[in-house]
């Protein structure tokens, strides 16, 4: 595996978002203990494991994936034309 270091802006963002990922499932796991009743335990326990998942992938794709242009996007250059209405 090769860590990449062009464009360090996109990949600074991605790997940042993916820390905010693992962040908020590491602290929606640590909560499953306060949850009310065993509904919202097994639905916090499962929000937690997809934000932890989505995290790792999110900081591992913005240091290994060789072109972020299609992982990390940019807005289009061009505004797409509004339609008009016809009279």
Do not use: H, N
């Amino acid at each position: 595996m090769r860590i990449y270091f062009d464009d360090l802006g996109r990949r600074t963002g991605g790997a940042l978002c993916g820390l905010g990922l693992t962040a908020a499932g590491a602290y929606s796991l640590s909560m499953i203990a306060e949850a009310p009743d065993a509904v919202l335990a097994d639905r916090t326990m499962w929000l937690g494991i997809t934000m932890l998942l989505a995290g790792v992938i999110s900081f591992g794709m913005s240091w290994l994936a060789p072109d972020l242009s299609g992982v990390w996007c940019r807005p289009p250059r061009f505004q797409p034309k509004k339609k008009t209405p016809s009279a």
